[in-house]
């Protein structure tokens, strides 16, 4: 069964500086990949995907992530954060056919003002 | 839209009772799937189903049962609840070609 790891489960940023949060997972066909962000108290949000073409895919709120095949990752960035990306982000990824989705364990975000 | 709606939001529950947790979704999507979210663990999949009268399990299915009468709905049931139960349960549902998943707002659970 395929696996998804997020090695950082916890990050504490200042305003401006920039992330990167890594997930890699077990897989060795075609995978559809994504990262879903999760506010305090909220509902978990689709932030992007990536299906197939170009591998450095952008999403909502200036977050974008690169899909490196080779070495099975996923990794989120973004240039410069806020104090409102405080939240929980989740990796996920569906292989092959499979319908369902399998979830990171999800890092913690805290940005300082 | 509504999109994916649970009910309840809170529930307490006592060790050995049952009961349902219910969701709805109006996008007439044929995938629906149920999640629990402990801390540290990430999301793990529960029970899922593909179309109406079809279910299958996830990860981590024991303790629970689910039923799909209705492209609509996918209630959740606990038959006997154990402390070990106590979370935060989502269900999340798909069309069949997207993948992406959409979420409610999630039913905490506690049991005592």
């Known amino acids: 069964a395929q696996s998804v790891s997020q090695h950082n489960h916890h990050v504490i940023l200042s305003e401006a500086a920039s992330l990167e949060l890594g997930c890699n997972y077990s897989y060795g066909g075609t995978v559809n990949l994504f990262w879903y962000v999760q506010y305090p108290g909220q509902h978990l949000q689709l932030l992007l995907k990536y299906f197939s073409g170009d591998p450095l895919v952008k999403g909502i709120k200036g977050f974008e992530a690169e899909f490196i095949k080779s070495k099975f990752s996923f990794n989120l960035r973004k240039p410069s954060v806020q104090w409102s990306d405080t939240a929980e982000y989740f990796c996920a990824v569906r292989a092959g056919s499979a319908r369902q989705l399998t979830f990171g364990s999800g890092t913690q975000l805290t940005v300082l003002p | 839209n509504a999109g994916v709606t649970q009910t309840p939001k809170f529930q307490v529950l006592k060790t050995g009772q049952s009961m349902t947790l219910q969701c709805a979704q109006d996008m007439n999507h044929e995938y629906m799937s149920w999640y629990r979210q402990d801390p540290g663990m990430g999301l793990r999949l529960i029970h899922y189903?593909?179309?109406?009268?079809?279910?299958d399990q996830g990860e981590v299915p024991n303790g629970y049962n689910v039923s799909r009468s209705t492209t609509e709905d996918f209630p959740l049931r606990l038959l006997s609840a154990a402390p070990s139960q106590t979370s935060v349960y989502f269900c999340a549902s798909s069309t069949s070609s997207s993948g992406e998943l959409f979420f409610g707002e999630g039913s905490r659970l506690t049991v005592l």
């Open positions: 189903s593909v179309g109406a009268g079809i279910t």
